[in-house]
């Protein structure tokens, strides 16, 4: 992604005193494992003794090849918004037809479909999945409910996560959301969201 759609998200994230950094990625034209490559030569060039990752959807894929891969030796914490850490249905769904591989090309392999490195717990991880179902995910796919209009709650959550939340926001409305900004500043302070307080 070219980060455009994490703008509000890293300016509340400003506002509440973190540092970003805006790590951009052609999601589709390259598998997350490549994708999670140019994540290391990214975060190998910021000068911070603790980093954080804050990632959308396939974004948090990325993320978990990454840390499967080439774990930093920084310390830090995740947040994954909408990640489809189950798989995608509607991915899978709009996998079986040429129209639909086109569009998600190189996303399908170890990402969407599912089948990327088991997570093991090698850093405290939030997940926060969305109930509010709106997006264009319903037209290819009959996603289990709840869901964020595009991946289902089922999907977006992580069993062995530090903590998971669901708050009723769609898939890229949780981009614009105070409340999921807030949850994530709350999960990289405290190591839980505050709906656990």
Known sequence: MNGWDMTLLRRRLLRIGFTTHQFSYPSTRFEPLRNA???KNFTDHIDAPVIHF???SLGGLVVRH???ESPPRRPGRIVTLATPHQGSRAAAKLALTACGRAVLRKS???GLLGDLPAWNGQREIGAVAGSASIGLGRLFA???KP???TVAVSEAL???ATDNVVLPVAHFGMLLSHRVAKEVGFFL???RFKHAA
């Open 108 to 110: 399908l392999e170890q």
């Open 147 to 149: 869901n964020d209009g």
């Open 54 to 56: 804050v990632a959308h």
């Open 189 to 191: 302070r405290h190591s």
């Open 142 to 144: 009959d996603i289990a």
């Open 66 to 68: 990454f840390f499967h």
């Open 37 to 39: 490559q140019d994540l």
């Open 158 to 160: 992580l069993p062995n």
